[in-house]
C-alpha cells in the first residue's frame, strides 16, 4: 500500500506544477496586455533596382538585392 501514496504525492506535484505554470502564463499575459506595443514596427519593403547589361538585358539579382 506504500506505493500507492507515492503516486498520489506524484500527481499532486504535478498538478501544483501544472497550476503554477498556467498562473505564471496568465501572469505574463496580463503584462503583455498594458504594455504598448513595440515590436510593431514594419519596415516597407525596398523598391527593386534593375540593372543592364551593355546590350541592353537585365543583370541579375544579388543575395543582397532582397
Not at 516597407?44 to 543583370?59: A, C, F, H, I, M
Request: glycine share 6%; net charge positive.
Amino acid at each position: 500500500m506504500a506505493g500507492s501514496s507515492r503516486t498520489t504525492f506524484a500527481k499532486r506535484q504535478k498538478e501544483r506544477a501544472r497550476q503554477e505554470k498556467q498562473a505564471e502564463k496568465a501572469q505574463r499575459r496580463q503584462q503583455r496586455k498594458l504594455q504598448p506595443e513595440e515590436t510593431a514596427v514594419v519596415e516597407k519593403p525596398k523598391d527593386l533596382v534593375v540593372t543592364y547589361d551593355e546590350e541592353g538585358r537585365p543583370e541579375g539579382l544579388g543575395f543582397h538585392d532582397f
